[in-house]
């Protein structure tokens, strides 16, 4: 799961929905900023989306609890070495890609 900083994804996807010229993005970024607050975008909710998964994620009753990667956006492109040797880890890939060779 791979969560982003919140203004960069408004902002991300404003400029997503006026290049795939979505009927929203004929509005002003303010008037589209207030539509995402509430959830009243293509996609829906996204406050709504991340709550769930940091639900499921921070459930200690949920089996499925353990096969959730967090991982942030951010993160991943500041350290994306480190970032990929966690997902590697993560996916039990280390005996399949053991080498930043193989990665590259």
């Known amino acids: 799961?791979?969560?982003?900083?919140?203004?960069?994804?408004?902002?991300?996807?404003?400029?997503y929905l006026k290049l795939i010229g979505d009927?929203?993005?004929?509005?002003t970024f303010d008037k589209f900023f207030q539509l995402f607050i509430c959830g009243l975008v293509p996609g829906g909710n996204y406050w709504?989306?991340?709550n769930d998964?940091?639900?499921?994620y921070n459930d200690n009753n949920n089996k499925d609890n353990n096969n959730i990667l967090w991982i942030y956006y951010e993160d991943l492109k500041q350290n994306t070495m480190s970032e990929i040797r966690?997902?590697?880890k993560f996916l039990n890939f280390?005996?399949?890609?053991?080498?930043e060779?193989?990665?590259n």
């Open 23 to 27: 009927p929203i993005f004929k509005c």
């Open 1 to 15: 799961l791979i969560i982003r900083d919140p203004k960069d994804v408004i902002i991300s996807y404003y400029e």
């Open 101 to 103: 060779e193989e990665i």
């Open 53 to 56: 998964w940091y639900r499921r």
């Open 86 to 88: 966690r997902i590697i």
């Open 48 to 50: 709504q989306w991340v």
């Open 94 to 99: 280390e005996n399949i890609i053991s080498s």
